[in-house]
């Protein structure tokens, strides 16, 4: 049975998917996850215990582990994991993108130099080191600019700002996010720098696929219906099809340069995108699929016309097998990604039966576990949970999801530390 190696975080929740994919498939997953070799498989899954901070010894392990079990093929599941398996790929001479272009894929900074000095749209940009006085970079700015860290993801840290002293509160907010436990366990050098960018106004979508010897092919377009203006940018609904008309051409056209841009040649690909009357801005594009359960709200017909998951895609596609016959499935689907109320402990869900009556909801999965820390952005990282619906329209899948969001209710006590 050919194996797959899937590397991904220990949180991660698209593993059990990928699992569940690699069965349909007839193929074997490998996880290698972030976590510590000393403990003798603490979650009982036989995955191969790496760490993102160090990555020639996370190679390492994975390269002894393939001596005895070969692989046929690699696919991560978020940004750092993206970086270990295109090492990996090269080590053992499997599919993959260059390193070096995942690493500018997973960084802010290198993104935006690679796409300026690519001609591509691009917003003003520059960057300080955290803790320095705003000042020194105030003669370039101009308002308004967003703040970002330069590797977190689904928009941690990332702050809108429209007069000088609101960068000058951002950045310090920015310093203390990066000083959490959480963030300070991942030993990223790239966490004492910001970056200050352009505001681009306008309509956001993503875009998922694969990169197949340097060609982009598109799987499907999200559109975004709730506007992402700031101050923070928590992102609620992904549907597809997009609700009003966007440019495909165009849209592919672009994310197709930035992926020849950066140097992607195969693997998946998770783009977001600022559609302005006068262009298109690509924000970034992610050598990996899209987080958390998100991928549930897409299916595809294949050649037998039988209905897949992306997971099964990936795998098909991680080993060689052409995907060019799978379509995204008829319809409308989208999913809500819960958004945090208030700060505290979690404690449970009310109204989960009242909201699964809602038509054309699909399925209801809260992610978060009794007594964990819930925590709103722009220093959370992690949502309540996920909403998915299926319509004939986009725009009844996204009245179906804000119906269910509305009949849920979150017990959430007051904490006294929200570190």
Known sequence: MPRVLLVAATTGYQIRSFHDAARRCGLEVVVASDRCHVLNDPWCDGAIPVQFHDEDGAVRAIVRVAADRPLSGVVAVGDRPALIAALAARALGLRGSPSNAVRIAGHKLMTRTRLHEAGLPSPWFTSVPIGRPVGE???????????????????????????????????????????????RAMRDPTNDTALIEEYVPGREISIEGVVTGGAL??????????????PFFEETIYVTPPLSEVDEQRVTRHVAEAVDAFGLTDGPIHAECRLTDRSVYVIEVAARPIGGLC???????????????????????????????????????GVLMIPIPEEGRFKRTAGMDEARTVSGIEEIIITMKPGQLVRKLPEGAAYLGFIFARAAR?????????????????????????V
């Open 394 to 418: 986009a725009a009844d899948a996204v009245v179906a999801l804000r119906e269910a969001n509305r009949r849920l209710r979150f017990e959430i006590t007051p904490s006294l530390s929200v």
């Open 137 to 183: 970079v105030v003669d370039r700015v101009t308002y308004p600019c967003v703040v970002k860290p330069l590797t977190l993801s689904a928009s941690r840290g990332v702050m809108r700002a429209d007069t000088f002293q609101a960068l000058d509160t951002a950045l310090e907010r920015l310093r203390q996010l990066l000083q959490l436990p959480d963030v």
């Open 295 to 333: 991928s549930k709200a897409l299916r595809f017909m294949g050649p037998t016309s039988d209905r897949v998951s992306l997971e099964e895609v990936l795998l098909r596609h991680a080993v060689g097998e052409p995907v060019t016959g799978y379509r995204r499935a008829p319809g409308a689907s």
């Open 217 to 230: 092919q598109v799987f499907a377009i999200f559109d975004k219906p709730d506007l992402l203006e700031g």
